[in-house]
């Protein structure tokens, strides 16, 4: 029986993404790139053209966005519902990082749930001519978002997990690696893609009017300790984390996020300085949020891990 042809993907993206875009295009000869004029009027507003639209006509179309600012939001939208409506045989969304909800608590009347929000937009991306939209979200930071979307789209949950195992796995010391999990939510989100591993896991207890890190179980005496979230924002229990599992004997301390979020230069409080003692041994992230890959590049402990080629394993299915 003869094979399928092979899918062949047209990939756009936004300005942001442009080095990753190259990046997952590089991966598979079925991934070709495609170009959009990002210019604006005069009073602001977007002024978009998508180069070459008749030749996407009957051919599978995929968009890497990020939506690292608000501003950046409105014209990816923009293109997004455009793309599907140009006789596209199927369109696939790429949203390394969903950004909204990683603060939000709802607590009381009055609260607005962003990434609910957020959700019900990409649920009301319109449909190709081959049916639904896929949506190819990593390490979504709330479990419970991907049940905010409709069922018009067709989200993919991934994880950067395979690519942590793989550099895990290069270390010199890798059979002396225990995992610490900050707390029990990136315990339930994460242990069961990293089993092989001993575990340590964190909590935060309330002293008085401070919250303090201690460890809840595992041992990290003489090992490798390696942190694993999902993402960091200020780094402010990464610190803490890794002071008390110093205290308790790890002989080395990393960390992993999947996203690099980092907002106002918090990656500065990681960097190793003028031969201080270094905290952290290793800090891998992913290039999920490009502009923290720019502020981070070639300044250790920072190391980078693409997720270029899981995005082009997704993108061929």
Known sequence: MAKPPKKHIFLFYCEECEELAQKVAAQSDSITLQTIKWRTFDDGFPNIYINNAQELRGNHVAFLASFSHQGA???????????????????????????????????????????????????????????????????????????????NVLPLFETGIPLLKQRLHQLPDADDVVIAFPDDGAW????????????????????????IVRIKEGNPAGRHVVIVDDLVQSGGTLIECQKVLAAHGAAKVSAYVTHGVFPKQSWKRFLHKNGLEMAFSYFWITDSCPHTV??????????????????ADALVI
């Open 188 to 211: 339930k989100r994460f242990h069961k893609l990293l089993d092989r591993y001993p575990v340590v896991i964190c909590t935060k207890v309330r002293e008085e009017d401070k919250r």
């Open 73 to 151: 939001i409105f014209e990816q939208i923009s293109v997004i519902y455009n793309l599907p409506r140009l006789f596209a045989a199927s369109f696939t969304l790429v949203l390394p990082f969903f950004p909204t909800g990683s603060f939000e608590r709802m607590e009381e009347e009055g609260d607005v749930a962003t990434a609910f929000t957020m959700a019900r937009i990409l649920s009301n991306i319109p449909i190709s001519r081959g049916g639904p939209t896929s949506v190819v979200i990593y390490d979504i930071h709330a479990l419970q978002e991907r049940f905010y979307f409709g069922d």
């Open 294 to 311: 720019k502020a981070i590049a070639d300044k250790a402990p920072f190391e980078v891990l693409s997720l270029a080629g899981s995005i």
